[in-house]
C-alpha cells in the first residue's frame, strides 16, 4: 500500500515527541468526539476483540488494509477469510466492494491526546475508501503511539509530508447541519473503533 | 444592483420566528460551549501564535504564493492564478471540457459561493452536487449561506424536509432527522461515486510542500477529494501560509471557535496529485495519479495585501465566531447583509473582494461593540476595518448629506444646537412629558419612542450651571481637572455632569469647563468623514489648550474612548497637530477609573456591607474599548447602602450604539428588551451605568416597561452618598 511514510516511528517522530504517558488524555477525548476504544495487550487479544465486533455487526462484506506493512494484522484478515466471511483486502477487490461493504479495517500512525484524533497515512485510494465508505470504521493503532497535541502532531507530519494524502480522524462522520441536532454517519462511517494494541511492534 | 429596502428585509428577517428561535438559542449556548471546547489550553497564547502567522505570511504574500505553485508544479499539479471569478469560471469549464466531465461534486467553499460559482455549470451541461448537507439543501432552496460554519441554521427541521421532498421526489417527514440524515447518505453517495470532477476550498494552502488542509466534520470532502478522478482547488490567497507546523496554529483555534469542538472529524491534508481508481471509457478498471488543478483566487486580496489595514483580514480563518457574538448578527441573521459573507468580517470581506460600494449598503449593521474583537482567533480588529472601510467610501462618495447636516448644524455648533433644544424642551416636549422621561414623541418621531421612553431635556443644560458649581471649588485644589461633558452630558444628564463635579471636588480637584467644547466627534466618524472630524477634534483640543489642566476627564466611555485613542490617529501627515493631539490625549481619563484611583489614595475604597440591591452594565465601548470594567464595580463595592448584584450577560450592548438605536429602532429594541429582561431578573432596584448612551437607552426601557428600577450614572450613584 502506497504511504507518506513507510516507517512513521524512525523517520517521522522526533525525540520526546511520542509517549504512551500521554494516553489517558487522547482516550477522554476520543470517547468525547464519539469513539469507541478498545485497548488490548497484544494482538492475540485484538484479533479476539476484532471477532466479538463482527459479531456484533455482522458484516456481510469487509474491506481491510494494513495487512501488507503488518504481518500480524495480515494474519488475522487471513483467518477471518477462513472462517468463511467476506473480507477483501487486494485493492481492486476493494475497489469493487467499496459501496457494498459494511466495515471498512483500517490502520492509524499515532495519536494526538489534545483532540482525541487519530493521524492517519492514506496515500492509498484504498485505504481511503476503506477508513470512508463502509458504516463501520475499525481502526488498529499503537497504543504507546501518542503524542500531546496537534501542535507536535503537525510537526511530525511535516517532517515527512512530501507528496500524498493525511490527515486526523476524530470519531465518527457527524453533521449539525439540521437544526443543530448532532448527528452521525452521514458521509463517513457513524461507528469508529479503536483497537489500541500495547505491544505493536513486536511482531513487527 | 437593484437598490435594497434594508430596513425592510430586517423587519421581515426579526418576524421570522423560526431563525429567531435558533439564532436566539445558540447565541446563548456558544459563547459557553466555545470555552469549554478551550479547556486547559491558554487561548490568549494561541490567538497571539496565529495573529503573528497569519501576519507574517501576508508580508511575504507573493513569496508564498510562488512557492506555494512551484511545490505543486513539481508534484504534477496544474496552477492557475485567477484575478476574478470570471476567469476561474472560464478555466473550470474549460478543464471539463478537455476532461469529458459530466458530473462534479464539491464539499464546501466560501469562495466559490463569492464569485457564484454554481452558475456556470448549467450552460454547459455540466450536474453540480453541493454536498455538505446545509450547503446541499441551501442550493435545492436557491438560498445563500446565513452563516460560513451553518449555512441552514435558518431553518427548521420541516423547511429542511421540504428541500429533501423537492430533490428527491418522495415524502419526508420533518420529525425524523436520522432518516432525512441517511436519506442525504445514500443520495449523495451516488452523485460522489459517480462524479468525474470534485471541487474543494482550502481552510490553508502550504507553500513548502504545496498541500492543501480541509477541515470538516461530515466528510464530504475526503470523498469529493478521492472518489473523482479530478481534483480541483479554489484557494485564496489570504489562506496561504509557509509551512506544515503553521497549520498547527490553526487547527487549535478554527473547531474551537468554529464548532466548539477541539478537532472536527476530518482534518486532511492532500498534497499534490494522489492515486485514483476508476473505470474508464471501456468499463475497465484503472489505477492511475489523479489530475489535481489549483486555483489561487485573487478577486481583490492581492491589492488588500498591500495595504497595511486591510491586510489585516488575512488573518481571518472563516471561523464565523465573530457572527456568534455579534448582537446584530444573532438577531438579524446573515441575509441581510446581502452578499455571501455576513456579520463584521463579512462587511469587510465584500468590501474587499466586491467594492467599497456594495459594503456601504450594510456597513450600518457593525455597531462596533467590539465583542467579537475579543474572540477572534487572529484578532482580526473588526470594527476598525470597517471605520477604515467607512472613511474610504467617504473619500470617494462624500458623507451621507443627513448625517452631515445634523452634525454641522446641530453637534458642531453648540450654540445653535443649545437654541434647538431648549425651544424644544419648552415647547415640543411639554405635552409628552412624563416625570424625567417622554413616552411617546407624535407623527414622525413616533419611532425613536416605540418600545422605549426618551429622556427628557434637561431644563437648564450644564454649560449654565458652571459658574455657579465652580464657586465649590477647593482653595488648595491637588488637581486641575477640565472635565468634558460631550453632548449628551451636557444637555439630556446635566444633573448627572453635576454630579460629576461633586464627586470630584470631594476629592479635592478644581473642575473647569471650557465653554467652546464641541461635540466629541463620534458621530461623523463613524460615518467615515475623517476631515470633519479632524475640524471638531482641532476646535476641542484648542479649548482645553487654554485652560491648562492636569487632567482632561469626560464621563462618557465613548467621548473618552474617541478623545484618547482616535484623536491621536487623526494627525498622521499633520506634525503640528500631531504633537498639540498628542499633548492633548495623554491627559485624557475616564470618571470612573480616575475616581476609583484617588479612592485609593485617599482611603475611601473600602468594602461596605450590603444594602439594596445594584446591578452594573458593562458599555461595549467602556469594557472593550477601554478596558474599563473593575473600577466601577469596586467604586460600587465602596459605595454604603448598597450591594452589587451581576446579571446576566453584563457585557452585552444594550442597543443604543450612538445613533444605531435611533435608525434602527427595530433591532435596537430586542437588544434593549433582553438587557431589561435581564436587570429585573436579578431583583436590583437600581441599574447603574457608566455612559450616557446606556443610560438613555437602558433608562428608557426600564421606564416605558414600568419596572420601577432606576437607571443612574455611577457619578449619581457616588454623588448621593457623599
Given at each position: 500500500?502506497e ?5 512513521w516511528?524512525s523517520?517521522a517522530f522526533?525525540?520526546?515527541m511520542?509517549?504512551a504517558?500521554?494516553w ?5 477525548n476520543?470517547?468525547a ?5 478498545f485497548r ?20 456481510k462484506e469487509?474491506i481491510?488494509?494494513g ?5 500480524a494484522i495480515k494474519?488475522?484478515y487471513?483467518?477471518i ?12 477487490d ?5 459501496d457494498?461493504?459494511?466495515?471498512g479495517?483500517?490502520t492509524?500512525e499515532?495519536c494526538?491526546?489534545e483532540?482525541?484524533?487519530?493521524c492517519?497515512?492514506n496515500?492509498?485510494?484504498e485505504?481511503?475508501?476503506t ?5 463501520v ?11 500531546k497535541?496537534?501542535t507536535?502532531?503537525?510537526?511530525i507530519?511535516g517532517?515527512v509530508f512530501?507528496?500524498g494524502?493525511v490527515g486526523?480522524v476524530?470519531?465518527?462522520?457527524r453533521?449539525a447541519?439540521?437544526e ?11 461507528k ?7 505491544d505493536?511492534e513486536?511482531?513487527? | 444592483m ?6 425592510q428585509e430586517i423587519q421581515?428577517?426579526?418576524k421570522d ?14 459563547p459557553?460551549s ?10 490568549e497564547?494561541?490567538?497571539e501564535e496565529?495573529?503573528a ?6 508580508q511575504?504574500?507573493?513569496?508564498l504564493?510562488d ?5 505543486l508544479?513539481?508534484?504534477g499539479?496544474?496552477?492557475?492564478r485567477?484575478?476574478d471569478g470570471?476567469a476561474?469560471?472560464d478555466y ?6 478537455e476532461?469529458g466531465?459530466?458530473r462534479?461534486v464539491?464539499s464546501?467553499?466560501?469562495a466559490?459561493e ?7 455549470f448549467?450552460?454547459h451541461d455540466i ?6 448537507l ?8 436557491g438560498?445563500?449561506?446565513s452563516?460560513?460554519?451553518?449555512p441552514?441554521i435558518?431553518m427548521n427541521?420541516?423547511q429542511?424536509a421540504?428541500?429533501?421532498?423537492q430533490?428527491?421526489h418522495?415524502?419526508v417527514?420533518g ?6 440524515i441517511?436519506?442525504a447518505?445514500k443520495?449523495?453517495?451516488q ?6 470532477m470534485g471541487?474543494t476550498g ?6 513548502e ?5 480541509l477541515?470538516t466534520?461530515e466528510?464530504?470532502?475526503r470523498?469529493v477529494?478521492?472518489?473523482p478522478r479530478?481534483h480541483?482547488?479554489?484557494i485564496g490567497?489570504?489562506?496561504l501560509?509557509?509551512?506544515t507546523?503553521d ?8 473547531p474551537?471557535?468554529?464548532?466548539c469542538?477541539?478537532m472536527t472529524s476530518y482534518?486532511?491534508?492532500?498534497d ?11 468499463g475497465?478498471?484503472v489505477e492511475t ?11 481583490g486580496r492581492?491589492?488588500a495585501?498591500?495595504?497595511?489595514v486591510?491586510?489585516q483580514?488575512?488573518?481571518c480563518v472563516?471561523c ?6 455579534c448582537?446584530?448578527w ?5 441575509h441581510v447583509?446581502?452578499h ?7 462587511a469587510i470581506?465584500?468590501?474587499?473582494f ?5 459594503f456601504?449598503?450594510?456597513s450600518?449593521?457593525c455597531?462596533g461593540?467590539r465583542?467579537c474583537?475579543?474572540?477572534c ?8 476595518i ?8 467617504v473619500q470617494k462618495?462624500?458623507?451621507?448629506g443627513?448625517?452631515?447636516?445634523m ?5 458642531n455648533?453648540?450654540g445653535?444646537f443649545?437654541?434647538?433644544?431648549l425651544?424644544a424642551?419648552?415647547?415640543g ?6 416625570g424625567?422621561?417622554i413616552r411617546h414623541?407624535p407623527?414622525?418621531m413616533e ?9 427628557t431635556i434637561?431644563?437648564?443644560?450644564f454649560?449654565?450651571?458652571?459658574e455657579r458649581l465652580?464657586?465649590k471649588?477647593?482653595?488648595k485644589?491637588?488637581?486641575r481637572?477640565?472635565y468634558?461633558?460631550g453632548?449628551?452630558?451636557?444637555f439630556?444628564?446635566?444633573?448627572t455632569s453635576e454630579?460629576?463635579?461633586k464627586v470630584?471636588?470631594s476629592?479635592?480637584m478644581?473642575?473647569v469647563?471650557?465653554i ?8 461623523i ?6 476631515e470633519?472630524?479632524r475640524e ?6 484648542a479649548a ?5 489642566a492636569d ?10 474612548e474617541t478623545?484618547?485613542?482616535t484623536?491621536m ?6 506634525p503640528?497637530w500631531k ?6 490625549c495623554?491627559k485624557?481619563?475616564?470618571?470612573s477609573?480616575?475616581?476609583?484611583e484617588?479612592?485609593k489614595?485617599?482611603?475611601?475604597m ?8 445594584v446591578t452594573?452594565h458593562d458599555?461595549?465601548?467602556m ?5 474599563i470594567y ?5 467604586l460600587i463595592?465602596a459605595?454604603?447602602?448598597v450591594?452589587?448584584?451581576e446579571?446576566?450577560?453584563?457585557d452585552k450592548c444594550?442597543?443604543?450604539a450612538?445613533?444605531f438605536?435611533?435608525?434602527y429602532?427595530?433591532?435596537?429594541i430586542?437588544?434593549l428588551?433582553e ?5 429585573k431578573?436579578?431583583?436590583?432596584a437600581t441599574?447603574?451605568v457608566?455612559?450616557p ?8 426601557g426600564l421606564?416605558k416597561?414600568e419596572t420601577g428600577?432606576q ?12
Amino acid at each position: 500500500m502506497e504511504k507518506v511514510c513507510r516507517d512513521w516511528a524512525s523517520q517521522a517522530f522526533g525525540k520526546g515527541m511520542v509517549k504512551a504517558e500521554y494516553w489517558d488524555d487522547f482516550e477522554v477525548n476520543a470517547k468525547a468526539a464519539a469513539a469507541e476504544i478498545f485497548r488490548v495487550k497484544d494482538f492475540s487479544e485484538g484479533e479476539a476483540k476484532l471477532n466479538e465486533l463482527l459479531q456484533e455487526y455482522a458484516p456481510k462484506e469487509i474491506i481491510a488494509v494494513g495487512g501488507d506493512e503488518n504481518s500480524a494484522i495480515k494474519n488475522i484478515y487471513d483467518k477471518i477469510a477462513q472462517s468463511g466471511r467476506k473480507i477483501y483486502t487486494g485493492k481492486y477487490d476493494i475497489y469493487e466492494h467499496r459501496d457494498s461493504a459494511d466495515i471498512g479495517i483500517s490502520t492509524a500512525e499515532f495519536c494526538v491526546a489534545e483532540t482525541g484524533s487519530l493521524c492517519v497515512d492514506n496515500y492509498s485510494y484504498e485505504a481511503r475508501v476503506t477508513s470512508m465508505l463502509p458504516f463501520v470504521n475499525i481502526v488498529f493503532v499503537n497504543a504507546n503511539y501518542v503524542v500531546k497535541d496537534v501542535t507536535v502532531a503537525c510537526k511530525i507530519i511535516g517532517k515527512v509530508f512530501n507528496k500524498g494524502y493525511v490527515g486526523f480522524v476524530t470519531g465518527p462522520s457527524r453533521t449539525a447541519d439540521i437544526e443543530r441536532v448532532l448527528s452521525l454517519g452521514v458521509h463517513g462511517p457513524n461507528k469508529l473503533l479503536i483497537i489500541a494494541v500495547e505491544d505493536f511492534e513486536g511482531v513487527r | 444592483m437593484a437598490e435594497r429596502n434594508l430596513k425592510q428585509e430586517i423587519q421581515k428577517k426579526l418576524k421570522d420566528d423560526v431563525m429567531q428561535g435558533a439564532l436566539s438559542k445558540f447565541a446563548e449556548q456558544y459563547p459557553g460551549s466555545r470555552l469549554n471546547a478551550y479547556k486547559g489550553q491558554d487561548i490568549e497564547e494561541l490567538r497571539e501564535e496565529l495573529r503573528a502567522m497569519k501576519h507574517d505570511a501576508v508580508q511575504h504574500i507573493d513569496q508564498l504564493a510562488d512557492d506555494f505553485e512551484a511545490s505543486l508544479r513539481k508534484r504534477g499539479t496544474e496552477v492557475f492564478r485567477a484575478k476574478d471569478g470570471q476567469a476561474v469560471k472560464d478555466y473550470i469549464i474549460k478543464i471539463c471540457k478537455e476532461n469529458g466531465v459530466k458530473r462534479v461534486v464539491k464539499s464546501k467553499s466560501m469562495a466559490s459561493e463569492e464569485i457564484h460559482l454554481n452558475e456556470c455549470f448549467g450552460e454547459h451541461d455540466i450536474r453540480v452536487k453541493e454536498t455538505d448537507l446545509g450547503e446541499w439543501m441551501i442550493a435545492i432552496a436557491g438560498e445563500r449561506p446565513s452563516h460560513m460554519v451553518m449555512p441552514a441554521i435558518h431553518m427548521n427541521r420541516y423547511q429542511c424536509a421540504e428541500m429533501f421532498e423537492q430533490e428527491l421526489h418522495h415524502e419526508v417527514p420533518g420529525e425524523d432527522i436520522p432518516n432525512m440524515i441517511q436519506l442525504a447518505r445514500k443520495n449523495l453517495r451516488q452523485e460522489f461515486l459517480q462524479a468525474d470532477m470534485g471541487i474543494t476550498g482550502a481552510n490553508f494552502g502550504i507553500a513548502e510542500n504545496g498541500a492543501i488542509g480541509l477541515v470538516t466534520n461530515e466528510g464530504n470532502a475526503r470523498l469529493v477529494t478521492t472518489l473523482p478522478r479530478i481534483h480541483v482547488v479554489l484557494i485564496g490567497y489570504e489562506k496561504l501560509i509557509p509551512k506544515t507546523e503553521d497549520a498547527a496554529k490553526i487547527l487549535r483555534l478554527l473547531p474551537r471557535n468554529g464548532t466548539c469542538q477541539r478537532m472536527t472529524s476530518y482534518m486532511t491534508m492532500v498534497d499534490g496529485p494522489t492515486r485514483v481508481m476508476y473505470k474508464d471509457a471501456g468499463g475497465k478498471v484503472v489505477e492511475t495519479d489523479r489530475k489535481q488543478y489549483v486555483i489561487l483566487l485573487d478577486n481583490g486580496r492581492l491589492e488588500a495585501a498591500k495595504d497595511p489595514v486591510f491586510q489585516q483580514a488575512y488573518q481571518c480563518v472563516r471561523c464565523a465566531s465573530c457572527l456568534n457574538v455579534c448582537p446584530i448578527w444573532t438577531l438579524v441573521g446573515g441575509h441581510v447583509y446581502g452578499h455571501v459573507y455576513s456579520g463584521g468580517i463579512g462587511a469587510i470581506l465584500t468590501g474587499l473582494f466586491n467594492g467599497v460600494d456594495t459594503f456601504a449598503q450594510f456597513s450600518d449593521l457593525c455597531i462596533g461593540c467590539r465583542k467579537c474583537t475579543t474572540i477572534c482567533p487572529g484578532k482580526i480588529p473588526i470594527p476598525d476595518i470597517i471605520d477604515e472601510l467607512r472613511s474610504r467610501y467617504v473619500q470617494k462618495h462624500g458623507a451621507p448629506g443627513m448625517d452631515k447636516t445634523m452634525f454641522n448644524m446641530v453637534l458642531n455648533d453648540r450654540g445653535m444646537f443649545h437654541k434647538l433644544l431648549l425651544k424644544a424642551g419648552s415647547i415640543g416636549q411639554a405635552p409628552f412629558k412624563k416625570g424625567k422621561f417622554i413616552r411617546h414623541l407624535p407623527l414622525f418621531m413616533e419611532e425613536m419612542t416605540k418600545g422605549r421612553s426618551l429622556p427628557t431635556i434637561a431644563s437648564e443644560p450644564f454649560r449654565d450651571r458652571v459658574e455657579r458649581l465652580s464657586r465649590k471649588n477647593p482653595s488648595k485644589p491637588k488637581k486641575r481637572v477640565a472635565y468634558f461633558s460631550g453632548c449628551n452630558m451636557d444637555f439630556v444628564f446635566a444633573d448627572t455632569s453635576e454630579n460629576v463635579v461633586k464627586v470630584l471636588q470631594s476629592l479635592g480637584m478644581e473642575v473647569v469647563y471650557p465653554i467652546e467644547q464641541a461635540c466629541c466627534g463620534k458621530p461623523i466618524l463613524g460615518v467615515g468623514d475623517r476631515e470633519a472630524g479632524r475640524e471638531t477634534a482641532k476646535k476641542n483640543i484648542a479649548a482645553f489648550e487654554k485652560v491648562n489642566a492636569d487632567v482632561i476627564l469626560s464621563a462618557c466611555p465613548t467621548c473618552t474612548e474617541t478623545l484618547h485613542e482616535t484623536y491621536m490617529k487623526l494627525f498622521e501627515n499633520d506634525p503640528e497637530w500631531k504633537a498639540r493631539a498628542r499633548a492633548f490625549c495623554s491627559k485624557v481619563r475616564e470618571f470612573s477609573s480616575f475616581v476609583a484611583e484617588e479612592y485609593k489614595k485617599t482611603g475611601r475604597m473600602v468594602h461596605t456591607k450590603g444594602g439594596e440591591k445594584v446591578t452594573y452594565h458593562d458599555s461595549c465601548h467602556m469594557k472593550r474599548g477601554l478596558g474599563i470594567y473593575e473600577e466601577p464595580r469596586a467604586l460600587i463595592d465602596a459605595t454604603p447602602g448598597v450591594e452589587l448584584v451581576e446579571m446576566h450577560n453584563c457585557d452585552k450592548c444594550c442597543g443604543m450604539a450612538g445613533s444605531f438605536g435611533m435608525k434602527y429602532q427595530e433591532v435596537s429594541i430586542p437588544m434593549l428588551n433582553e438587557k431589561v429582561d435581564n436587570i429585573k431578573a436579578t431583583g436590583a432596584a437600581t441599574a447603574v451605568v457608566a455612559c450616557p448612551a446606556c443610560m438613555m437607552q437602558i433608562g428608557g426601557g426600564l421606564d416605558k416597561a414600568e419596572t420601577g428600577i432606576q437607571t443612574k450614572h455611577i457619578a449619581d450613584l457616588l454623588a448621593e452618598k457623599l
